[in-house]
Nanobody, 118 residues
């Protein structure tokens, strides 16, 4: 499975941004997709995840109510719509996936940088 994230950029606090993740190779066995992020000097953290087959999202408390994860199976793409961004949302965002039978996310994209200015 290959993951190609895009959509990062610089946005002012309070603004919005949409990240995309194009998925290729072995999509028929994907169970779940998600996003992680890593801020400068901090540990990588979970942001959101979605069931590839059923949809529905799970979110970190820090983004709940502001971010929405979705997927378009026909386009093999996962999205992360981000609203009300704050400087604390700054970081590199990674698209991730895991297949049926795997307990952890096993495939990681190259990351896309989101910078929120105050």
């Amino acid at each position: 499975v290959q993951l190609q994230a895009s959509g990062g950029g610089v946005v002012q606090a309070g603004g919005s941004l949409r990240l995309s993740c194009a998925v290729s190779g072995g999509t028929s066995r994907i169970l779940q997709m998600g996003w992680f992020r890593q801020a400068p000097g901090k540990e990588r953290e979970f942001v959101a995840s979605v069931s590839w087959a059923r949809g529905g999202g799970e979110y970190a408390d820090t983004v709940k109510g502001r971010f929405t994860i979705s997927r378009d199976n026909a386009k093999n793409t996962v999205y992360l719509q981000m609203y009300s961004l704050t400087p604390d949302d700054t970081g590199v965002y990674y698209c991730v996936s895991r297949r049926l039978g795997r307990s952890a996310f096993e495939f990681w994209g190259q990351g896309t940088l989101v910078t929120v200015s105050s």
